[in-house]
T-cell receptor
Framework: ETGVTQSPTHLIKTRGQQVTLRCSSQ?????VSWYQQALGQGPQFIFQ???????GRGNFPPRFSGLQFPNYSSELNVNALELDDSALYLC????????????FGSGTRLTVV | EDQVTQSPEALRLQEGESSSLNCSYT??????LFWYRQDPGKGPEFLFT???AGEEKEKERLKATLTKKESFLHITAPKPEDSATYLC???????????FGKGTTLSVSS
């Protein structure tokens, strides 16, 4: 059984650019959530996808968008990057909205300069 | 507003010195309370889920307990490899998101 894998592990972008982060969910999991974790803070919920539909969103602007594919993998897209977007981006997968817990990936460290 | 507060922010222990971490929460109907361990630069690693007041779960040197207002993570005779940040999160009945606290950073020295 494979866990949650995220790519890339590290990324440096310039302010104003766009970025796409990728996540492969754990085998058998149909729900993917994305979190942003700033240094020294707990993860903050961005949004969640269940069977390719967004079914929950946190307090993030529309320039944060996502997709879930038929194989339940997912992408997080961020447009018009700002310096404050620098953070660890975490993907978590689960069965049906976390009924059986969430498994997190190791994250993508995004630095915006 | 749903909220999680963890204390202390940092805790230094000697190897073998038992202690407890606190997670206080307010949530509109608790669906579950989660404890995770996070090592530097890594994603959170699942430890426990608790669903109702009075519930307890154990794993090696860790024991988690739950009341209607807070949860404790008890660490018995810790070892240096227990050094990490411990995160607490809640999920509301009607919500999908996990709401995390800022975590407690535990350092255990030999």
């Amino acid at each position: 059984e494979t866990g949650v894998t995220q790519s890339p592990t590290h990324l440096i972008k310039t302010r104003g650019q766009q970025v796409t982060l990728r996540c492969s969910s754990q085998s058998g999991h149909n729900t993917v959530s994305w979190y942003q974790q700033a240094l020294g803070q707990g993860p903050q919920f961005i949004f969640q996808y269940y069977r390719e539909e967004e079914n929950g969103r946190g307090n993030f602007p529309p320039r944060f968008s996502g997709l879930q594919f038929p194989n339940y993998s997912s992408e997080l897209n961020v447009n018009a990057l700002e310096l404050d977007d620098s953070a660890l981006y975490l993907c978590a997968s689960s069965l049906r909205a976390g009924d059986y817990g969430y498994t997190f990936g190791s994250g993508t460290r995004l630095t915006v300069v | 507003e749903d909220q999680v507060t963890q204390s202390p922010e940092a805790l230094r222990l000697q190897e073998g010195e038992s202690s407890s971490l606190n997670c206080s929460y307010t949530v509109s109907g608790l669906r579950g309370l989660f404890w995770y361990r996070q090592d530097p630069g890594k994603g959170p690693e699942f430890l426990f889920t608790l669903y109702s007041a009075g519930e307890e779960k154990e794993k090696e040197r860790l024991k988690a307990t739950l009341t209607k207002k807070e949860s404790f993570l008890h660490i018995t005779a810790p070892k240096p490899e227990d050094s990490a940040t411990y995160l607490c999160a809640v999920q509301a009945e009607a919500g999908t998101a996990l709401i995390f606290g800022k975590g407690t950073t535990l350092s255990v020295s030999s």
